[in-house]
């Protein structure tokens, strides 16, 4: 291939078709040493031709990108890519269909589903896989707060400010019962771990108790003077936490429905609280920017996360407990771990305040819910997965940036994908 420095190079396949070209005043040196070092000569018709071609620099460098790709799925480098990508870059998935702000998100026991509420009124199911619309659940006259899943995937249990809670079929879609007693809007609702009951917390300060099979209130919960944003059960189900506006949490028992344990420390309201997997530990989230683990035996904090610029709306330990994840009105989700309270990783990308955050059970992907009227699906990749891995190798998010950034020049998709690390946000249509 000779050719005088200021024509253009036109490579062709065995056919006769165009691959790609060059202009060889400023690339021909880069090109034709790795033409003759992997031996492409032998299997392309290399072709120069003398034209005169005037390329912008943005034409030349489209140009080069495609060649170098071509270049690198020859050396079959591109496999070890697609491994790096896997091991170091979260993918993320937007779905769609909500026409007003997603109030909540929840995965299904088995993972493969989402259930959302939200203030357009409806519950929705989606396959988690494709982002398809499963179910569209319709029955409450106001917003709805928040929706998740029955233990054991078969039901589902909605809460709305219309001051009822709805219990729906996964499979069909059908309201099978309606439950009233609440005199304000219902904010948060949960099964019990055995499915038999079910607690809810509203704007009427109460938390109530109730029966899965007969829809019936069993025990009104007093204590809180404000709001109660939030109400879980612990792993065993014999106590509950709950939150409120009255910058407390509060532990009941279950069986007598008496406050065995009131914390204090948030200085505003108190959006989410949940037990740890152990149960020797709660975490809570608030409007004052924090995140707060709580040492259930002692009754004191015992760490405090920092990072968030505005109220956290949600947090969720992962299911080992290792890890807890935590979203915000900043717009943004943070990944921390439990033990020292690092932050591990800032994902960005919803467009408005996020309202909800899960984890799937394998801890292979996290979903969002937003203002923005949209669900975000992160894949998380396998660095994230395995902590030990991390560890076992002395991997940070730092060097994970110089190590994975130096090769995220050249893709190979045709999907929309966002990919981040901690500080840097590449969005790329391919």
């Not at 589903?113 to 519950?123: E, L, P, Y």
């Not at 506006?245 to 914390?263: N, Q, R």
Request: hydrophobic content about 35%.
């Amino acid at each position: 291939m000779q050719s005088k420095s200021k024509d253009p190079i036109y490579l062709n396949d065995s056919e006769k078709n165009l691959i790609t070209y060059c202009n060889t005043n400023n690339l021909h040196h880069i090109c034709l040493p790795c033409i003759d070092e992997v031996g492409l000569r032998g299997g392309m018709n290399v072709q120069s031709k003398v034209q005169h071609v005037a390329l912008k620099n943005k034409e030349i460098g489209i140009i080069v990108e495609n060649w170098i790709r071509f270049f690198l799925i020859k050396l079959g480098w591109i496999d070890e890519f697609n491994r790096i990508i896997a091991r170091y870059v979260c993918i993320f998935y937007d779905i769609f269909g909500h026409s007003n702000t997603v109030a909540s998100i929840k995965f299904s026991p088995d993972g493969n589903t989402i259930v959302s509420a939200s203030d357009d009124k409806t519950i929705r199911i989606w396959d988690i896989a494709s982002g398809r619309e499963i179910q569209n659940m319709k029955g409450h006259m106001l917003w709805v707060n928040y929706a998740e899943f029955s233990p054991d995937g078969t039901m589902i249990v909605s809460c709305s400010g219309d001051t009822t809670i709805r219990l729906w079929d996964t499979k069909s879609g059908t309201e099978l019962a309606i439950l009233e007693g609440h005199s304000g809007g219902v904010t948060t609702v949960q099964f019990s771990p055995d499915g038999q009951s079910i607690v809810s917390g509203s704007w009427d300060r109460t938390i109530r108790l109730w029966d899965v099979q007969s829809g019936d209130e069993l025990k009104i919960l007093e204590g809180h003077s404000s709001v109660i944003n939030n109400v879980r059960f612990s792993p065993n189900g014999a106590t509950i936490v709950s939150s409120s506006c009255d910058k407390t949490i509060a532990i009941w028992d279950v069986e007598s429905g008496e406050i065995l344990h009131t914390l204090t420390g948030h200085t505003t309201f108190i959006e989410k609280v949940q037990f740890s997997p152990d149960s020797l530990s709660i975490v809570s989230c608030s409007g004052d920017h924090s995140i707060r683990i709580w040492d259930i035996a002692s009754k004191h904090e015992v760490r405090r996360f920092n990072g968030h610029t505005s109220g956290v709306t949600d947090v969720r330990y992962s299911y080992d407990g290792r890890t807890i994840v935590s979203c915000s009105y900043d717009k943004t989700i943070r990944w921390w771990d439990a033990e020292t309270g690092k932050e591990l990783q800032k994902m960005q990308g919803h467009c408005d305040n996020i309202t909800g955050v899960d984890i799937s059970l394998d801890g292979s992907k996290i979903v969002s819910s937003s203002v923005d009227k949209t669900i975000r699906k992160v894949v998380l990749p396998s660095f994230f997965q395995n902590e030990k891995w991390k560890k076992d190798n002395n991997i940070s998010s730092k060097n994970i940036d110089a190590n994975y950034m130096h090769y995220c020049k050249i893709f190979q998709n045709h999907e929309k994908m966002t990919f981040y690390n901690k500080r840097i946000v590449k969005k790329l249509i391919l």
